[in-house]
């Protein structure tokens, strides 16, 4: 059984950075495709960023696009989510996820192992 553990949280100011990581542990992390998702009070989970098993791809939503970066380190089995010129709107739990087979990194539905959350915080 995978599990996610998210640590780097926490209250930043806005324009400020932040690095989220994520560690894998029980599985073989290099085959897993990982994402990261947010969710905010009173708001549904939504994308953030994807990566491929072996960094050749990523994804973006449209809101982080230029701001957020996202890698990987299978030697580390970790991901990372790099948050720079951090808004206040983008206050909220923040999930890395993995999955095996699914071709849209988007949705929630097809990744199989989610992490428990690391809350992020940006003051305005």
């Known amino acids: 059984q995978v599990q996610l553990v998210e640590s780097g949280g926490g209250l930043v100011q806005a324009g400020g950075s932040l690095r989220l990581s994520c560690v894998a542990s029980?599985?073989?992390?290099?085959?897993?495709?990982m994402g990261w998702f947010r969710q905010a009070p009173g708001k549904e989970r939504e994308f953030v960023g994807g990566i491929s098993n072996l960094s050749v791809s990523t994804y973006y939503a449209d809101s982080v696009k230029g701001r957020f970066t996202i890698s990987r380190d299978n030697a580390k089995n970790t991901v990372y989510l790099q948050m720079n010129n951090l808004k206040a709107e983008d206050t909220a739990v923040y999930y890395c996820a993995g999955g095996l087979y699914m071709n849209d990194y988007r949705s929630a539905r097809g990744y199989n192992y989610w992490g428990q959350g690391t809350q992020v915080t940006v003051s305005s």
């Open positions: 029980g599985g073989t992390f290099s085959t897993y495709r």
